[in-house]
């Protein structure tokens, strides 16, 4: 009987062990899965499809000189001033900060906006100075 029993021990286990380890990994996703299912139903999982806010930085400070530099035509200025606006925009969603871009008129209201969105980004940490 006990030769029985550790025949089938020394056969069965090493089977058991080996299914186990090619199955642990997608029982640990499927349990991941579950949990970040179960997360956006409470609206805790933030969603990061969006660029990295790296990218956004160095965009925000790649094109906040363009939008203003003389030796360039205006159709380029304005181009630089709306693609600015819009990576603005972005890292405003990104770090959960409100915004009135999409909604203020062009002019004086739009720059005032534009500075208070920037003010706010630079008290997240974010550096939109380069140097």
């Not at 933030?46 to 094109?63: C, F, I, K, N």
């Not at 819009?86 to 008129?105: C, F, K, M, Q, Y």
Request: one cysteine or more.
């Amino acid at each position: 009987m006990l030769t029985v029993l550790a025949v089938c021990l020394v056969f069965v286990a090493p089977t058991a062990i080996l299914a186990l380890v090619f199955a642990a990994p997608r029982w640990g996703a499927a349990l991941g899965e579950a949990w970040r299912r179960r997360l956006r139903k409470r609206d805790r999982l933030v969603d990061v499809s969006g660029r990295p806010v790296e990218r956004l930085a160095a965009d925000l400070r790649r094109l906040r000189p363009q939008r203003v530099d003389p030796r360039r035509s205006r159709l380029q200025r304005e181009a630089a001033r709306l693609a600015y606006e819009d990576v603005l925009l972005e890292a405003a969603r990104a770090l959960g900060i409100s915004h009135a871009l999409a909604d203020t008129p062009r002019g004086l209201p739009l720059e005032l906006e534009l500075l208070r969105v920037e003010q706010a980004l630079l008290d997240a940490g974010l550096v939109l100075a380069s140097g």
